[in-house]
C-alpha cells in the first residue's frame, strides 16, 4: 500500500514537472510570482527570528562585556576622525605648495623647499629655524621666499637646519624699488615693527610720488636678493626730518608670523 501511494506522488511530480517545462513564458513568470509570495513569508519569519536571537544575545552579554565594545568603537571613531584630520591638512599643505611653486622667480634659482621647524620665543618675530642645511646645499645668504612675497635671508647654516634672519631684522636689509615710481630706497632692520607685519622704508632722495598702495619690490642691488621679489604694500608716506628723503611704512607681502612652509633661492 505504502509503495503504492510513493508510485502516485511520482507520478504526479513528473507530471506537474512536464506541465512546468511545457508553460507559455508568461504562465511560467506568473507562477514563479504565485510561488515566491507563498515561500517569502517564511522567509522574512526567518531573518525576524535571526534579529530577535541576535538582539536577544546582545541582551544576555555581560555589561562589562558591552562597556568595553562601546569603547573600542568609540577609540575606532576618534581615530578615523584624525585620520581624516590628517587628510585634510595634507590636502591644504598641497594646496598651498601648488600655489606658492607658482610664484618662485625661474632662471638661473633654483627654488627647495623647506619647512619653519623653529622660532626662538625672544625673537620669533626676527628669525625662524628651517630644516634645510648645508647637506641639502645651503649656503649664507641664499633668499628665502614665499608666494606672498619675500622672507628673508639664511643668515647662519647648520648641517641640517639653518638660521633665517627675517626681513626687518637689523641683518636683514633690503634694497627695494617702488614698482609705480621707479624710486629706489632701502628696508632697513633695527626701527622694523615685523611682529605687526609692517616694516619702514627709506627712499635716497625725497619722493613725494611715492603713495599708499605702490607695491615695493627687490631692486636687485647688493647681490643677495634677485630683482623683482615682492616685498610688500606702502601704507603711508611722509617727507623725513631733513627733508632730503622720504619715509613710508611697507606692510610686507609674506605674513611672517604664520610661516610653514618656504623655499629658498639656490643659485
Excluded at 122 to 140: E, F, H, K, Q
Excluded at 144 to 157: D, H, P
Aim: proline residues 4%.
Amino acid at each position: 500500500m505504502l509503495k503504492r501511494a510513493h508510485s502516485i506522488v511520482a507520478v504526479v511530480v513528473g507530471l506537474l514537472l512536464l506541465l512546468l517545462l511545457n508553460l507559455p513564458p508568461g504562465a511560467s513568470s506568473r507562477l514563479k510570482l504565485a510561488l515566491g509570495g507563498i515561500f517569502l513569508p517564511l522567509l522574512g519569519l526567518s531573518s525576524a527570528s535571526h534579529s530577535f536571537v541576535d538582539a536577544a544575545s546582545y541582551q544576555m552579554l555581560p555589561r562589562s562585556t558591552l562597556v568595553a565594545e562601546v569603547r573600542r568603537l568609540e577609540q575606532e571613531n576618534a581615530a578615523l576622525r584624525v585620520e581624516s584630520a590628517l587628510g585634510a591638512e595634507a590636502i591644504a599643505e598641497n594646496q598651498r605648495l601648488r600655489a606658492q611653486l607658482g610664484s618662485v622667480p625661474r632662471g638661473a634659482w633654483r627654488p627647495r623647499l623647506a619647512r619653519v621647524v623653529g622660532r626662538d620665543a625672544t625673537t620669533w618675530w626676527r628669525t625662524c629655524l628651517i630644516d634645510y642645511g648645508s647637506r641639502d646645499g645651503a649656503a649664507v645668504n641664499q633668499p628665502v621666499v614665499t608666494a606672498q612675497g619675500l622672507v628673508g635671508r639664511i643668515a647662519t647654516v647648520g648641517h641640517s637646519h639653518s638660521h633665517v634672519a627675517l626681513v626687518g631684522d637689523a641683518s636683514c636689509g633690503v634694497a627695494v624699488l617702488v614698482s609705480e615710481t621707479r624710486d629706489h630706497g632701502i628696508v632697513a632692520g633695527g626701527q622694523a615693527t615685523t611682529d605687526t607685519g609692517v616694516v619702514e622704508m627709506t627712499t635716497f632722495q625725497q619722493t613725494p610720488g611715492v603713495l599708499a598702495g605702490h607695491t615695493v619690490l627687490t631692486s636687485g642691488e647688493g647681490g643677495v636678493f634677485p630683482k623683482g621679489l615682492v616685498v610688500g604694500t606702502v601704507l603711508d608716506a611722509r617727507p623725513a626730518r631733513s627733508g632730503l628723503f622720504t619715509s613710508a611704512r611697507v606692510r610686507l607681502g609674506a605674513n611672517l608670523n604664520r610661516l610653514e612652509e618656504v623655499w629658498v633661492l639656490a643659485p
